[in-house]
C-alpha cells in the first residue's frame, strides 16, 4: 500500500521560512512524480508544486514562484517543499500528492496533510 | 492559466436519489497526444482528498460503480446514480493537461 506522510508545518511569522516534508513508502518513489497541493482554511484545492521523478523538471503556481522551492531526495524517498517570505495567505494545509504522468494523469495518492500557519 | 468552473456550488441530495455536477474549462482540455487529463476527486469532511474519476470516465480503483464521469472538450460532468450517505463531502474537478494545473472551485454534495 502506498503511503504519504508529511511534516514540518507549523506556526511562522510573516516573511519567515518553512520546509516541508513528504515521506513515501510502498512505491518505486524515483518513478514518479510528486507534487503539493493547499487547502487554505475553508478553501477549496489549490495546486501549489509539482516535480519529475527524477527532479529535473520543476512547476509552480504563480502564487509561489520564486518563493517556493521543490526538490526530492530519491535515495530517501523524501519530497520537500521549501517555502521562504511566507505571507499571510500562504495559511494553508498542505497535501502531498503522487502524480502518476504515465496512465492516470491525476493525483492517486495523497497524505493526510501538514499544517502551516503564517501569523505574528 | 485554464479556468476551472463548477456549478452548482451546493447539491442538498435526498438518499437514494441521483446527483449531478457540471465542470467546465476555460479552453479545451484535449491533450496535444489526444487525451483529455480531467480527473474528479471527493474530500470527505476532515479526510485528504480521493481520486474517484480519471480521464474523463474512468473509475479509479475501489470507487463504486455509482460514480460516472462523462465530457468532451470544455463539459464535463460527474454522477452519482443514487446517493448513499457516505457521499457527502466537496467534489473537485481538476485538470492535468497542462500547467499551472488548476482545480475547479468545489461541489459540496449534502442530504437533504
Known amino acids: 500500500e502506498v503511503q504519504l506522510l508529511e511534516s514540518g508545518g507549523g506556526l511562522v511569522q510573516p516573511g519567515g521560512s518553512l520546509r516541508l516534508s513528504c515521506v513515501a513508502s510502498?512505491?518505486?518513489?524515483?518513478?514518479?512524480?510528486m507534487s503539493w497541493v493547499r487547502q487554505a482554511p475553508g478553501k477549496g484545492l489549490e495546486w501549489v508544486s509539482a516535480i519529475s521523478g527524477s527532479g529535473d523538471n520543476t512547476y509552480y503556481a504563480d502564487s509561489v514562484k520564486g518563493r517556493f522551492s521543490i526538490s526530492r531526495d530519491n535515495t530517501q524517498n523524501t519530497l520537500y517543499l521549501q517555502m521562504n517570505s511566507l505571507r499571510a495567505e500562504d495559511t494553508a494545509v498542505y497535501y502531498c500528492?503522487?502524480?502518476?504522468?504515465?496512465?492516470?494523469?491525476?493525483?492517486?495518492?495523497w497524505g493526510q496533510g501538514t499544517t502551516v500557519t503564517v501569523s505574528s | 492559466d485554464i479556468v476551472m468552473t463548477q456549478t452548482p456550488l451546493s447539491s442538498p441530495v435526498t438518499l437514494g436519489q441521483p446527483a449531478s455536477i457540471s465542470c467546465r474549462s476555460s479552453?479545451?482540455?484535449?491533450?496535444?497526444?489526444?487525451?483529455?487529463?480531467l480527473s474528479w476527486l471527493q474530500q470527505r469532511p476532515g479526510q485528504p482528498p480521493r481520486l474517484l474519476i480519471y480521464k474523463i470516465s474512468n473509475r479509479f480503483s475501489g470507487v463504486p460503480d455509482r460514480f460516472s464521469g462523462s465530457g468532451a472538450g470544455t463539459d464535463f460532468t460527474l454522477k452519482i446514480s443514487r446517493v448513499e450517505a457516505e457521499d457527502v463531502g466537496v467534489y473537485y474537478c481538476?485538470?492535468?493537461?497542462?500547467?499551472?494545473?488548476?482545480f475547479g472551485g468545489g461541489t459540496k454534495v449534502e442530504i437533504k
Open positions: 500528492a503522487k502524480y502518476d504522468r504515465y496512465y492516470y494523469y491525476a493525483m492517486d495518492v
Open positions: 481538476m485538470q492535468a493537461t497542462q500547467f499551472p494545473l488548476t
Open positions: 479552453q479545451s482540455l484535449v491533450h496535444s497526444d489526444g487525451n483529455t487529463y
Open positions: 510502498g512505491l518505486t518513489f524515483r518513478s514518479y512524480a
